[in-house]
């Protein structure tokens, strides 16, 4: 009975349920939302942990201009694995059906003093289909599907120690993918190398908490898009990227308020290959030869190198705060208001080559600049259900939107027989009405089991 008794008290179960939703852009020509729901259920009985998930995501992105593509990727995942917890070593193992399986290692004192962390996971992941849609669609040319699977290895270290009122954690993440060829007719293959450095910081005062980190992010990425045809591979696509990420923030939580400053930089690069088969895109390669025997004077006949740079950074700053209601029986409202300064600049290179009667070849060249600028607030609205006792359970539903005060953005074209300039601005009057709800509006709702 006694035994018994102590195995009942050192059982703990938690249940999860969660849906979200990211609708950032929803225009004619720009689209791009996030949609999850997720359920995850955990176990633990003493020292030894067991847990489940099974989560559903779907990401969706279109963009128009000459030429649209459109990406869709659609996730069911279902994971499940364990963790045992020893005086001075903590081991887990988790497999999904990506598929992907990682292993778990962490090395700590009986204290919080210090704790070593490592972990590596190797598998598969479908990064959805991306589908190019030509102006005109014929009986030999319609849309192109292209499915992305990439395979990786990735692997994780970090550090953490508590000392007094103060807590640091240090960490280093890498991802490495190696190129595949599927028996597919159109896929594309990568190879990325990225590394990810983080610092956190907290220190916990009598009725208040500081937090700060940073995160550096830096990637080298080649995508390849092949047709296969029997025997034959034929790149249609070929773009070496770099970018680097910048992410702080700095956070102060003082009894029912929170007041917090984030930044984040992103820059990037594609540069272009003078090579032979080596152009940035060359739609005439994804199509057998008989479509292309027909299509002398088509688009398809074009091909792209292409040199961009992108830098963007974002800036944003504000507060929340929440009221408790209640004992056994709380509800808890919150709201925030921050407000976010955005900046980004892209500029595009592109040389066009094309293919005419008897072999002949012209090219041309477009430069492009586009500088976008936005200055506005995100405003945050919730709540939480909670119920004590012995069975502790939450409701939470909250939703964000985004209300720009102002948005302009400059464009400039230059073509090698001129130069264009068009600038256009878009004041408060202008955007809200046909941005809110559609752009830049995140909800979710969640709950929480504990027994």
């Known amino acids: 009975m006694g035994l018994a008794a102590n195995a009942a008290l050192a059982t703990q179960n938690i249940g999860l349920a969660d849906c979200g939703g990211l609708f950032l852009l929803h225009q004619d020509d720009k689209q791009f939302s996030i949609k999850s729901c ?111 699977q990439t395979h990786v290895l990735y692997k994780h270290l970090s ?40 610092a956190k910081y907290r220190h916990d005062f009598s009725t208040s908490r500081l937090d700060a980190g940073y995160t550096f992010a830096s990637a080298d990425a080649t995508l390849y898009g092949i047709f296969h045809s029997e025997n034959s591979r034929k790149r249609f696509l070929y773009a070496p990227i770099e970018a680097a990420l910048h992410l702080g923030y700095l956070k102060w939580d003082w009894e029912s308020w929170r007041t917090r400053l984030a930044y984040a930089n992103l820059s990037g690069t594609l540069k272009s290959n003078a090579s032979r088969y080596y152009e940035t895109l060359a739609p005439n390669r994804a199509l057998p030869p ?33 009221w408790n209601f209640g ?15 955005a900046s980004g600049e892209l500029k ?24 976008l600028s936005s200055f506005g607030s995100v405003l945050s609205l919730g709540f939480e259900l909670r119920k004590k ?16 005060f102002d948005i302009e953005h400059k464009d400039l074209n230059k073509e090698s027989d001129g130069l264009q300039k068009s600038s256009q601005s878009s004041s408060k009057s202008n955007s809200i009405s046909s941005l809110l709800f559609r752009n830049g509006f995140a909800t979710h709702l969640g709950l929480n089991a504990k027994f």
């Open 38 to 148: 997720g359920i995850k259920d955990s176990s633990q009985i003493r020292n030894f942990k067991v847990y489940g998930a099974f989560t559903h995501t779907a990401v969706q992105g279109r963009y128009t201009d000459s030429w649209s593509v459109k990406s869709l990727s659609k996730l069911n995942v279902g994971s499940a694995g364990f963790e045992s917890h020893y005086k001075y070593i903590t081991l887990g193992v988790s497999v999904n059906t990506f598929p992907m399986i990682t292993s778990n290692i962490s090395v700590h004192r009986e204290d919080s003093l210090f704790k070593a962390n490592a972990s590596i996971a190797r598998g598969s992941i479908n990064l959805g289909n991306i589908s190019w849609i030509p102006d005109k669609e014929t009986e030999s040319v319609g849309t192109i599907s292209v499915d992305w």
């Open 159 to 198: 550090a953490e120690s508590k000392i007094g009122s103060n807590f640091i954690n240090l960490s280093f993440d890498q991802i490495q993918t190696t190129p595949h060829n599927p028996e597919k007719e159109h896929y594309i293959r990568d190879s990325a190398n990225v590394f990810i450095l983080g």
């Open 290 to 322: 008989s479509a292309i025997q027909g299509l002398s004077f088509a688009f398809l006949q074009e091909m792209f190198r292409v040199d961009a740079d992108l830098n963007a950074y974002v800036f944003l700053g504000g507060f929340s705060k929440h």
């Open 389 to 404: 006792g012995s069975v502790e359970v939450s409701l939470d539903y909250g939703i964000s939107q985004v209300i720009p």
């Open 348 to 371: 595009i290179k592109k040389d066009v080559e094309t293919t005419k009667v008897m072999g002949a070849s012209y090219a041309y060249s477009e430069d492009f600049q586009r500088n």
């Open 327 to 341: 004992t056994r029986y709380e509800f808890v409202p919150d709201a925030g208001l921050d407000f976010y300064r």
